[in-house]
């Protein structure tokens, strides 16, 4: 267990519809990243999130958005599905903004895979 | 922006054979390079890594390789066991003070008994 949480593991929706994907990062872990791993497609980095702050954006879709709270809990939000948005979608976290630097190891929950029909 | 290759998609070797996994990077300036192992519907998890004032790093039956002139690393796995057999992902990170990580596509390893 790597003691990032996320919710929920599994997730079918209709296309055109809204989700939000929640995770919860390791206690202490002040940064949290979100990837997109699609078959065959790697590890697609979507965003990093310090903090309570956005710090880095990689190849995340304007349909996408993501925050982190106070607690320090982060929700990906996908809107306007569609089928080619099914994925497994990973959050990572990490005790330091450079955490994918070597500051510190990044820690992956074990994912929410989405289907959209 | 950062891009890298990973070869080959798939390696299937025999139980107690090498296995050599080779990634290259193209931004010059990247200076951490992890890699990962995920098992079939786990989630990913740091295996090695190295920095790019590294040339070489081992820990036990896993080493990792940097040759920044030519942009190029690698995985080293010895005496390949069964439970070896998983996705292995290679990573690039750092570039221009950058923390956005690049994967490559990821190494299918399969270990025949």
């Known amino acids: 267990d790597s003691g990032v949480t996320q919710t929920p593991k599994h997730l079918i929706t209709a296309t055109g519809q809204r989700v939000t994907l929640r995770c919860s990062p390791r206690s202490g872990d002040l940064s949290v990243y979100w990837y997109q791993q699609s078959l065959d497609q790697g590890l697609q980095f979507l965003i990093q999130?310090?903090?309570?702050?956005?710090?880095a954006k990689g190849n995340i879709l304007e349909r996408f958005s993501a925050q982190q709270f106070p607690d320090l809990h982060s929700e990906l939000n996908l809107s306007s599905l569609e089928l080619g948005d099914s994925a497994l979608y990973f959050c990572a976290s990490s005790a330091r903004q450079g955490a994918l630097l070597g500051d510190t190891e990044a820690f992956f929950g074990q994912g929410t895979r989405l289907t959209v029909v | 922006g950062e891009n890298v290759e990973q070869h080959p998609s798939t390696l299937s070797v025999q139980e107690g054979d090498s296995a050599v996994i080779k990634c290259t990077y193209s931004?010059?300036?990247?200076?951490?390079f992890p890699w990962y192992k995920q098992e079939l519907g786990k989630r990913p998890q740091l295996i090695i890594d190295?920095?790019?004032?590294?040339g070489e790093k081992k820990d036990q039956r896993i080493a990792v390789t940097l040759n920044k002139t030519a942009k190029h690393f690698s995985l080293h796995i010895t005496e390949t066991q069964p439970e070896d057999s998983a996705v292995y992902f290679c990573a690039a990170s750092g570039a221009g003070g950058s923390y956005i990580p690049t994967f490559g596509r990821g190494t299918s390893l399969i270990v025949h008994p």
């Open positions: 999130y310090y903090n309570g702050e956005e710090r």
């Open positions: 190295i920095r790019s004032n590294v």
């Open positions: 931004d010059s300036a990247s200076n951490y």
